[in-house]
C-alpha cells in the first residue's frame, strides 16, 4: 500500500512558478513509478509528466512540455512538480499518482495508476 499527500498549491499570476511536492509513505516508494495527473471539472484527469523508479527517466504530457520538470527524491519519500511559466490554462486540480510494484513502464493513462492523492488546487490568474 501506498499513501500520497500532495502540497504546494495557491494562487499565482501568469508567468509564474510553483513547485508541487508529494510525499509517500510506505516503504516502498522506490520501487514504483510515480506520475503526476491534472483535472478540471467536467473534463477527464489530463496526464501530466511520469518518472521511473530511479528517476532516470522521464515523460511529459505535450502541452506541458519545457515548462514542467518532474523529479523524485527516494531518500524523501517524495515526488516533485516543478512548474514555470504557468498560464491560466494550467489552472486545475493537480493530483500525485503512483502504479504498482511490478509495473515499470511510463504510462499516461489514469487508469493504469494503483493510488493516488487527493489532490492540490492550482489557479492561475490572468
Known amino acids: 500500500q501506498v499513501q500520497l499527500v500532495e502540497s504546494g498549491g495557491g494562487l499565482v499570476q501568469a508567468g509564474g512558478s510553483l513547485r508541487l511536492s508529494c510525499v509517500a509513505s510506505?516503504?516502498?516508494?522506490?520501487?514504483?513509478?510515480m506520475g503526476w495527473f491534472r483535472q478540471v471539472p467536467g473534463k477527464e484527469r489530463e496526464f501530466v509528466a511520469a518518472?521511473?523508479?530511479?528517476?532516470?527517466?522521464?515523460f511529459y504530457g505535450d502541452s506541458v512540455k519545457g515548462r514542467l520538470t518532474i523529479s523524485r527524491d527516494n531518500g524523501k519519500n517524495t515526488v516533485y512538480l516543478q512548474m514555470n511559466s504557468l498560464n491560466p490554462e494550467d489552472t486545475a486540480v493537480y493530483y500525485c499518482a503512483a502504479r504498482g510494484e511490478t509495473k515499470v513502464v511510463l504510462t499516461t493513462t489514469a487508469a493504469t495508476y494503483s493510488y493516488w492523492g487527493q489532490g492540490t488546487q492550482v489557479t492561475v490568474s490572468s
Open positions: 510506505g516503504r516502498i516508494f522506490s520501487t514504483v513509478v
Open positions: 518518472i521511473s523508479r530511479n528517476g532516470g527517466s522521464t
